[in-house]
């Protein structure tokens, strides 16, 4: 047998042999590319809720700002009423002044 046949012989061998793992190696790329999609898509949702979030949390900052405005206009308001009925009942209870 000639050195050319048996080189021959012997990359029909290692290409058979490594058939199987080619494509075992192609699944493998199939699989990560399917993988590399699904990261992508996860990356989206993520960026979508990450605004989301920082949305709500300005509407409670912005609910917690309004509650105590109004928690203060009302306490202000309760404050001047009670001003109002004392002053109403001090008037009511100073004797009439004589001429």
Not at 8 to 14: A, D, P, R, V
Not at 50 to 67: F, G, I, P, Y
Not at 88 to 98: A, D, H, N, V, Y
């Amino acid at each position: 047998m000639n050195d050319k046949k048996l080189l021959e012989q012997i990359g029909t061998l290692i290409e058979e042999k490594l058939k199987p793992v080619k494509e075992d190696v192609g699944g493998v790329k199939q699989d990560i590319s399917g993988i590399k999609q699904d990261i992508s898509g996860i990356k989206q949702q993520l960026d979508t809720v990450e605004m989301k979030v920082e949305l709500v949390n300005k509407r409670v900052e912005q609910a917690q700002d309004e509650t105590v405005d109004a928690l203060s206009e009302l306490i202000h308001e309760g404050y001047n009423l009670h001003e109002k009925r004392i002053k109403k009942i001090e008037e009511q209870l100073q004797p009439p002044r004589t001429q």
